[in-house]
């Protein structure tokens, strides 16, 4: 299982947010870069990076903080937030980001979704699934669409996805552990790879997590920038 460190820009800044509330915002530090190298120094295999300007306002906004970040690591990013064109896609394509995340998108056109995967591959390109009561909610978690997650997952699957990250808001940012449940009742029904977000706060979290076979990887956000644990502890 990959440990994915998380880091949440807005405004160029690294910052977290409580159950994706723009409100709910804390500061981490003022250089992206830094903390990405920070993390790899680490021991990251892997990196999670969230655009929250793109997440909330459709089109993303710290692609140069990105590309600079991509240039100065030897790992792979995987880049959410704002994915909702072509071009947008395209663009966080080019700034080197091994997979591209769509999110909002997703739910609105699988056929966009298809599109995507036959013109960029199954490899890059990403669904990230954001649930509440099973229920996929979108636009940086601000409406609930109605869909279920397990519907969802369904189509891009079909669509030839490769991966999917799955988030469950309510624990996301609460140290409350992951939704256990909802994880296995995914695992045992996609073949995609999986990816489970939300609510780790301890190493035992993680341990259980570790438990799942076919589980492809989690991310972990608050918990190390609050110093719960360290990374090495998870790895």
């Given amino acids: 299982m990959i440990i994915f460190p998380a880091i949440d820009l807005l405004g160029g800044k690294v910052v977290r947010l409580e159950q994706g509330k723009r409100e709910h915002c804390t500061v981490y530090g003022e250089d992206p870069v830094a903390q990405a190298l920070s993390w790899q120094k680490q021991g990251a295999q892997a990196l999670h990076v969230v ?36 071009e947008n896609v395209e663009m966080a394509i ?10 909002t998108k997703a739910c609105e056109s699988p056929d966009f979704v298809r599109q995507l995967v036959k013109r960029f591959g199954g490899e890059k390109i990403a669904v990230g699934v954001d649930a509440k009561d099973g229920e996929v909610a979108v636009k940086g978690w601000t409406e609930s669409t109605g869909i279920r997650a397990l519907d969802l997952l369904d189509q891009v699957e079909l669509a030839g996805v490769g991966t999917v990250i799955y988030t469950d808001i309510a624990t996301d940012g609460m140290f409350t552990g992951p939704n256990y449940s909802a994880l296995q009742e995914i695992l045992k029904v996609i ?5 489970a977000s939300g609510g780790i706060g301890t190493v035992e979290h993680i341990k259980r997590l570790r438990t799942y076979p076919s589980l492809y990887g989690a991310i972990v956000g608050k918990a190390l920038y609050d110093e719960k644990f360290q990374l090495a502890e998870i790895l």
């Fill in 94 to 103: 080019q700034t080197g980001v091994s997979r591209v995340i769509l999110g």
């Fill in 51 to 86: 655009d929250l300007d793109g997440a909330f306002d459709g089109t993303p906004g710290n692609l140069v903080h990105i590309q600079s970040m991509v240039k100065a690591l030897s790992i792979p990013i995987q880049l959410g937030g704002g994915m909702r064109t072509s």
């Fill in 191 to 195: 073949k995609m790879n999986v990816i």
